[in-house]
T-cell receptor, first 116, second 116 residues
Framework: AQKVTQAQTEISVVEKEDVTLDCVYE???????LFWYKQPPSGELVFLIRRNSFDEQNEISGRYSWNFQKSTSSFNFTITASQVVDSAVYFCALSGSNFGNEKLTFGTGTRLTIIP | NAGVTQTPKFRVLKTGQSMTLLCAQD?????MYWYRQDPGMGLRLIHY???????AKGEVPDGYNVSRLKKQNFLLGLESAAPSQTSVYFC???????????????FGPGTRLTVL
Protein backbone atom coordinates (compact mmCIF):
# COMPACT_ATOMS: atom_id res chain seq x y z
CA ALA A 1 0.00 0.00 0.00
CA GLN A 2 1.12 3.51 -0.71
CA LYS A 3 1.09 6.30 1.83
CA VAL A 4 2.05 9.96 1.85
CA THR A 5 2.56 11.90 5.06
CA GLN A 6 2.60 15.66 5.31
CA ALA A 7 3.11 16.18 9.00
CA GLN A 8 2.87 19.97 8.85
CA THR A 9 -0.81 20.82 8.85
CA GLU A 10 -0.36 24.59 8.79
CA ILE A 11 2.63 26.88 8.43
CA SER A 12 2.77 30.66 8.66
CA VAL A 13 5.79 32.71 7.68
CA VAL A 14 6.44 36.36 7.11
CA GLU A 15 6.84 37.45 3.52
CA LYS A 16 10.37 37.03 2.08
CA GLU A 17 11.22 34.24 4.49
CA ASP A 18 12.14 30.83 3.15
CA VAL A 19 9.88 27.90 3.99
CA THR A 20 10.17 24.15 3.52
CA LEU A 21 7.21 21.82 3.24
CA ASP A 22 7.91 18.24 4.22
CA CYS A 23 6.70 15.11 2.47
CA VAL A 24 7.45 11.54 3.47
CA TYR A 25 6.19 8.60 1.46
CA GLU A 26 5.88 4.84 1.68
CA UNK A 27 5.74 2.45 -1.24
CA UNK A 28 6.87 -1.05 -2.18
CA UNK A 29 7.28 -0.16 -5.83
CA UNK A 30 10.79 0.18 -7.18
CA UNK A 31 9.63 2.65 -9.81
CA UNK A 32 7.25 5.38 -8.80
CA UNK A 33 6.49 9.06 -9.27
CA LEU A 34 6.22 11.90 -6.81
CA PHE A 35 4.26 15.08 -7.35
CA TRP A 36 3.50 18.39 -5.76
CA TYR A 37 0.27 20.26 -6.40
CA LYS A 38 -0.79 23.71 -5.25
CA GLN A 39 -4.37 24.60 -4.31
CA PRO A 40 -4.77 28.38 -4.01
CA PRO A 41 -7.78 29.92 -2.24
CA SER A 42 -9.70 29.84 -5.53
CA GLY A 43 -9.81 26.05 -5.18
CA GLU A 44 -8.28 24.68 -8.35
CA LEU A 45 -5.39 22.20 -8.25
CA VAL A 46 -2.25 23.30 -10.01
CA PHE A 47 0.47 20.84 -10.97
CA LEU A 48 3.93 21.95 -9.84
CA ILE A 49 6.34 19.10 -10.40
CA ARG A 50 6.72 15.40 -11.17
CA ARG A 51 9.79 13.42 -10.15
CA ASN A 52 10.74 9.87 -11.18
CA SER A 53 12.04 7.54 -8.48
CA PHE A 54 15.25 6.88 -10.41
CA ASP A 55 16.11 10.58 -10.69
CA GLU A 56 17.35 11.95 -7.38
CA GLN A 57 18.64 15.21 -8.75
CA ASN A 58 17.29 18.23 -6.96
CA GLU A 59 15.27 20.60 -9.08
CA ILE A 60 14.97 24.34 -9.00
CA SER A 61 12.34 26.41 -10.75
CA GLY A 62 12.58 30.08 -9.91
CA ARG A 63 11.88 30.46 -6.21
CA TYR A 64 10.79 26.83 -5.92
CA SER A 65 13.10 23.91 -5.27
CA TRP A 66 12.58 20.26 -4.50
CA ASN A 67 14.82 17.88 -2.58
CA PHE A 68 14.26 14.19 -3.29
CA GLN A 69 16.03 11.70 -1.03
CA LYS A 70 15.25 8.02 -1.51
CA SER A 71 17.30 7.10 1.56
CA THR A 72 14.80 8.90 3.79
CA SER A 73 11.76 8.50 1.49
CA SER A 74 11.29 12.23 1.41
CA PHE A 75 10.41 14.75 -1.25
CA ASN A 76 10.55 18.18 0.36
CA PHE A 77 9.54 21.45 -1.24
CA THR A 78 11.20 24.77 -0.47
CA ILE A 79 9.96 28.21 -1.38
CA THR A 80 12.64 30.87 -1.26
CA ALA A 81 11.78 34.51 -0.56
CA SER A 82 8.12 33.71 -0.06
CA GLN A 83 5.42 35.97 -1.42
CA VAL A 84 1.78 36.47 -0.48
CA VAL A 85 0.75 34.73 -3.71
CA ASP A 86 2.36 31.57 -2.37
CA SER A 87 -0.40 31.29 0.22
CA ALA A 88 -2.19 28.04 -0.60
CA VAL A 89 -2.62 24.44 0.40
CA TYR A 90 0.16 22.27 -0.98
CA PHE A 91 -0.28 18.57 -1.62
CA CYS A 92 2.38 15.95 -2.08
CA ALA A 93 1.30 12.84 -3.99
CA LEU A 94 2.67 9.46 -5.06
CA SER A 95 1.82 7.11 -7.92
CA GLY A 96 3.07 3.74 -9.09
CA SER A 97 4.26 3.06 -12.59
CA ASN A 98 2.58 -0.21 -13.49
CA PHE A 99 -0.54 -0.39 -15.59
CA GLY A 100 -3.53 0.19 -13.36
CA ASN A 101 -1.33 1.32 -10.47
CA GLU A 102 -0.88 4.87 -11.59
CA LYS A 103 -3.56 6.46 -9.45
CA LEU A 104 -2.38 9.17 -7.10
CA THR A 105 -2.20 8.82 -3.35
CA PHE A 106 -2.29 12.25 -1.77
CA GLY A 107 -1.03 13.53 1.51
CA THR A 108 -3.41 15.54 3.67
CA GLY A 109 -1.86 18.81 2.58
CA THR A 110 -0.04 21.70 4.23
CA ARG A 111 -1.76 25.05 4.45
CA LEU A 112 0.83 27.76 3.92
CA THR A 113 0.04 31.33 4.90
CA ILE A 114 2.40 34.11 3.95
CA ILE A 115 2.01 37.12 6.20
CA PRO A 116 2.60 40.47 4.49
CA ASN B 1 -8.15 23.71 -25.19
CA ALA B 2 -10.61 23.72 -22.32
CA GLY B 3 -8.62 21.05 -20.44
CA VAL B 4 -10.80 19.32 -17.86
CA THR B 5 -14.28 20.70 -17.26
CA GLN B 6 -16.86 19.73 -14.66
CA THR B 7 -20.60 20.23 -14.59
CA PRO B 8 -22.18 21.56 -12.41
CA LYS B 9 -19.97 23.81 -10.28
CA PHE B 10 -22.33 23.83 -7.31
CA ARG B 11 -25.27 21.68 -6.28
CA VAL B 12 -27.48 21.27 -3.23
CA LEU B 13 -29.36 18.01 -2.81
CA LYS B 14 -31.75 16.64 -0.27
CA THR B 15 -31.04 13.30 1.35
CA GLY B 16 -32.14 10.50 -0.95
CA GLN B 17 -32.02 12.48 -4.17
CA SER B 18 -29.88 11.37 -7.06
CA MET B 19 -27.59 13.26 -9.39
CA THR B 20 -24.86 12.85 -11.95
CA LEU B 21 -21.65 14.86 -12.16
CA LEU B 22 -20.14 15.18 -15.61
CA CYS B 23 -16.43 15.41 -16.35
CA ALA B 24 -15.11 16.11 -19.83
CA GLN B 25 -11.55 16.38 -21.10
CA ASP B 26 -10.25 17.41 -24.51
CA UNK B 27 -6.63 16.24 -24.13
CA UNK B 28 -7.23 12.71 -25.43
CA UNK B 29 -6.15 11.29 -22.08
CA UNK B 30 -6.62 7.59 -21.56
CA UNK B 31 -7.03 7.74 -17.78
CA MET B 32 -9.69 9.58 -15.82
CA TYR B 33 -10.37 9.85 -12.08
CA TRP B 34 -12.90 11.08 -9.57
CA TYR B 35 -11.75 12.35 -6.16
CA ARG B 36 -13.47 13.87 -3.20
CA GLN B 37 -11.84 16.46 -0.98
CA ASP B 38 -12.86 16.83 2.63
CA PRO B 39 -11.32 19.14 5.23
CA GLY B 40 -8.15 17.70 6.74
CA MET B 41 -8.24 14.58 4.58
CA GLY B 42 -6.68 15.62 1.31
CA LEU B 43 -8.04 14.09 -1.87
CA ARG B 44 -9.33 10.56 -1.84
CA LEU B 45 -9.92 8.51 -4.96
CA ILE B 46 -13.50 7.39 -5.53
CA HIS B 47 -13.35 5.60 -8.89
CA TYR B 48 -11.09 5.70 -11.89
CA UNK B 49 -10.94 4.51 -15.48
CA UNK B 50 -7.97 3.36 -17.54
CA UNK B 51 -9.84 3.53 -20.83
CA UNK B 52 -13.17 3.84 -22.55
CA UNK B 53 -15.62 1.28 -21.23
CA UNK B 54 -13.55 0.44 -18.13
CA UNK B 55 -13.95 1.53 -14.53
CA ALA B 56 -12.41 0.50 -11.22
CA LYS B 57 -12.93 1.26 -7.55
CA GLY B 58 -10.69 3.59 -5.66
CA GLU B 59 -10.29 4.18 -1.95
CA VAL B 60 -13.84 5.37 -1.13
CA PRO B 61 -16.25 3.96 -3.77
CA ASP B 62 -19.30 3.22 -1.62
CA GLY B 63 -22.41 5.19 -2.56
CA TYR B 64 -21.07 6.15 -6.00
CA ASN B 65 -21.21 4.71 -9.47
CA VAL B 66 -19.35 5.74 -12.60
CA SER B 67 -19.47 5.24 -16.33
CA ARG B 68 -17.00 5.90 -19.16
CA LEU B 69 -18.98 5.39 -22.34
CA LYS B 70 -16.83 7.84 -24.30
CA LYS B 71 -13.11 8.41 -23.93
CA GLN B 72 -13.55 12.10 -23.23
CA ASN B 73 -16.28 11.79 -20.59
CA PHE B 74 -16.40 10.30 -17.10
CA LEU B 75 -19.65 10.43 -15.16
CA LEU B 76 -20.03 10.13 -11.40
CA GLY B 77 -23.44 9.19 -10.06
CA LEU B 78 -24.97 9.38 -6.62
CA GLU B 79 -28.06 7.17 -6.54
CA SER B 80 -29.30 8.16 -3.07
CA ALA B 81 -27.38 11.10 -1.66
CA ALA B 82 -26.43 11.18 2.01
CA PRO B 83 -25.12 14.08 4.15
CA SER B 84 -21.76 12.21 4.38
CA GLN B 85 -21.35 12.84 0.66
CA THR B 86 -21.18 16.58 1.18
CA SER B 87 -17.79 17.38 -0.28
CA VAL B 88 -15.89 18.98 -3.12
CA TYR B 89 -15.53 16.61 -6.05
CA PHE B 90 -12.63 16.81 -8.46
CA CYS B 91 -12.23 15.07 -11.76
CA UNK B 92 -8.80 14.52 -13.28
CA UNK B 93 -7.27 12.97 -16.37
CA UNK B 94 -3.82 11.84 -17.43
CA UNK B 95 -1.77 9.90 -19.96
CA UNK B 96 -0.59 6.43 -18.92
CA UNK B 97 3.01 6.27 -17.72
CA UNK B 98 4.03 3.96 -20.55
CA UNK B 99 3.28 6.61 -23.14
CA UNK B 100 6.39 8.36 -21.90
CA UNK B 101 4.75 11.74 -22.01
CA UNK B 102 4.30 12.29 -18.33
CA UNK B 103 1.56 10.98 -16.13
CA UNK B 104 0.74 14.10 -14.18
CA UNK B 105 -2.95 14.46 -13.61
CA UNK B 106 -4.79 17.52 -14.82
CA PHE B 107 -7.68 18.54 -12.62
CA GLY B 108 -11.03 20.13 -13.27
CA PRO B 109 -12.22 23.13 -11.25
CA GLY B 110 -14.27 21.04 -8.83
CA THR B 111 -17.94 20.64 -7.93
CA ARG B 112 -19.10 21.71 -4.50
CA LEU B 113 -21.92 19.40 -3.40
CA THR B 114 -24.02 19.87 -0.30
CA VAL B 115 -26.44 17.20 0.83
CA LEU B 116 -29.02 18.38 3.35
Amino acid sequence: AQKVTQAQTEISVVEKEDVTLDCVYETRDTTYYLFWYKQPPSGELVFLIRRNSFDEQNEISGRYSWNFQKSTSSFNFTITASQVVDSAVYFCALSGSNFGNEKLTFGTGTRLTIIP
Amino acid sequence: NAGVTQTPKFRVLKTGQSMTLLCAQDMNHEYMYWYRQDPGMGLRLIHYSVGEGTTAKGEVPDGYNVSRLKKQNFLLGLESAAPSQTSVYFCASSYPTWEGIGNEQFFGPGTRLTVL
